[in-house]
């Protein structure tokens, strides 16, 4: 989907590194979402948010972090503390689900192996 | 969040045969019920979708059909084709949103 924009496409980590996954969308979406797939695997919610400065946990969030400065950017951060990062990470946007659950739309992902 | 259950994880079929993929889910104020298609290596795709207020939905060889009594809702594939093959994935999102484990459907030639 051509309105939001994922980088970089392939990201490699070190031991020990934080590293920063880019997702921006110009959709004038309100709810963003990350999403965590491993292979052969389903979609598991790292975190979401629904407005800008506010982000709620989801089922996987402990070694990862993101914020929401912007309506149109929503960074996530794999931090050292999340020992098994390797995966693919979809971003994801939708209009707000407050106001009757709307579809939602997909970034291409992005692919973290650790090096 | 809302549970949501997806059967089966896989599925093989022969081309021209139907497919049926069933979710439960577990919050009786869900309203929407999407269902995904995610190719190999790509994004996840929106296929169908369905409301509370309707009972049925179909767009070509695809139909959703939903039975909120008993929190079913099911995909229906006809005429199968080998391009059909892929993951599947549903959703009954209330607020977040959170999928089924997916169903990995092939469609042999």
């Known amino acids: 989907d051509g309105g939001i924009t994922q980088s970089p496409k392939y990201l490699f980590r070190k031991e020990g590194q934080n590293v920063t996954l880019s997702c921006e969308q110009n959709l004038n979406h309100d709810a963003m979402y990350w999403y965590r797939q491993d292979p052969g695997q389903g979609l598991r919610l790292i975190y979401y948010?629904?407005?800008?400065?506010?982000?709620q946990k989801g089922d996987i969030a402990e070694g990862y972090s993101v914020s929401r400065e912007k309506k149109e950017s929503f960074p996530l951060t794999v931090t050292s503390a999340q020992k098994n990062p390797t995966a693919f990470y979809l971003c994801?946007?939708?209009?707000?689900?407050?106001?009757?659950?709307?579809?939602?739309?997909f970034g291409d992902g992005t692919r973290l192996s650790i090096l | 969040g809302e549970n949501v259950e997806q059967h089966p994880s896989t599925l093989s079929v022969q081309e021209g045969d139907s497919a049926v993929i069933k979710c439960t889910y577990s919050?009786?104020?869900?309203?929407?019920f999407p269902w995904y298609k995610q190719e190999l290596g790509k994004r996840p795709q929106l296929i169908i979708d369905?409301?509370?207020?309707?009972g049925e939905k179909k767009d070509q060889r695809i139909a959703v059909t939903l039975n909120k009594t008993a929190k079913h809702f099911s995909l229906h594939i006809t005429e199968t084709q080998p391009e059909d093959s892929a993951v599947y994935f549903c959703a009954a999102p209330n607020n977040d949103m959170r999928f089924g484990a997916g169903t990995r459907l092939t469609v042999k030639p």
């Open positions: 369905i409301r509370s207020n309707v």
């Open positions: 919050d009786s104020a869900s309203n929407y």
């Open positions: 994801a946007s939708s209009y707000n689900p407050g106001q009757g659950n709307q579809p939602q739309h």
């Open positions: 948010s629904q407005i800008v400065n506010d982000f």
